[in-house]
T-cell receptor
Framework: AQTVTQSQPEMSVQEAETVTLSCTYD???????LFWYKQPPSRQMILVIR??????QNATENRFSVNFQKAAKSFSLKISDSQLGDAAMYFC????????????FGKGTKLSVKP | NAGVTQTPKFQVLKTGQSMTLQCAQD?????MSWYRQDPGMGLRLIHY???????DQGEVPNGYNVSRSTTEDFPLRLLSAAPSQTSVYFC???????????????FGPGTRLTVL
């Protein structure tokens, strides 16, 4: 069965500092996609960044970047210059294979940002 | 565009009652899905649909029914509510992955359901 593991239930970072959230996954698929979603206290799920497994280049979106290690099945999220608005739950997700587009999520990491 | 809308935002039920959670999207997305979110569990897929008239089960389908009569709507029915169904429910939609490759799933604001 496919799994997505986020080993850090909670993380804390000082404003303007950098923090890395960990995610490992297990899949037998050769073609898959990985995502990081942000869930602030408003409960809305917001896509932060996505990575196609066939692309070797790590995805970046402004202050957010990933370290994608395909062989190790690792997909960590780095947040640079952390801001108070980055405080949220962060979920790592992976497509489950086939063409349906279903996602399997990790259990989440709660990120706190200290002023 | 309103995106993905869900009603109601909050609901309290008694054990054994039935109800329907509504979900609608105005982006002409073929793919729609329902997830439940429980503390410490992340989001788990309940049911999904790849187009009107086509539905299938996800990871945790028991106790829930869905139908997809139109592209826009994907209601989730609880047949006989149980306390174990207390959760936050999210509806999501996207362009058809099998037609356009993997696309971002857009999520609704969620429905918090409490079953007493």
């Amino acid at each position: 069965a496919q799994t997505v593991t986020q080993s850090q239930p909670e993380m804390s970072v000082q404003e303007a500092e950098t923090v890395t959230l960990s995610c490992t996954y297990d899949t037998s698929e050769s073609d898959y996609y990985l995502f990081w979603y942000k869930q602030p206290p408003s409960r809305q799920m917001i896509l932060v960044i996505r990575q196609e497994a066939y692309k070797q280049q790590n995805a970046t979106e402004n202050r957010f970047s990933v370290n994608f290690q395909k062989a190790a099945k690792s997909f960590s999220l780095k947040i640079s210059d952390s801001q108070l608005g980055d405080a949220a739950m962060y979920f790592c997700a992976c497509t489950t294979g086939g063409s349906q587009g279903n996602l399997i999520f990790g259990k989440g990491t709660k990120l706190s940002v200290k002023p | 565009n309103a995106g993905v809308t869900q009603t109601p935002k909050f609901q309290v039920l008694k054990t054994g009652q039935s109800m329907t959670l509504q979900c609608a999207q105005d982006m002409n997305h073929e793919y729609m899905s329902w997830y439940r979110q429980d503390p410490g569990m992340g989001l788990r897929l309940i049911h999904y649909s790849v187009g009107a008239g086509i539905t299938d089960q996800g990871e945790v389908p028991n106790g829930y029914n869905v139908s997809r009569s139109t592209t826009e709507d994907f209601p989730l029915r609880l047949l006989s509510a149980a306390p174990s169904q207390t959760s936050v429910y999210f509806c999501a939609s996207s362009y058809a992955p099998f037609r356009y490759g993997e696309h971002e799933q857009f999520f609704g604001p969620g429905t918090r359901l409490t079953v007493l």
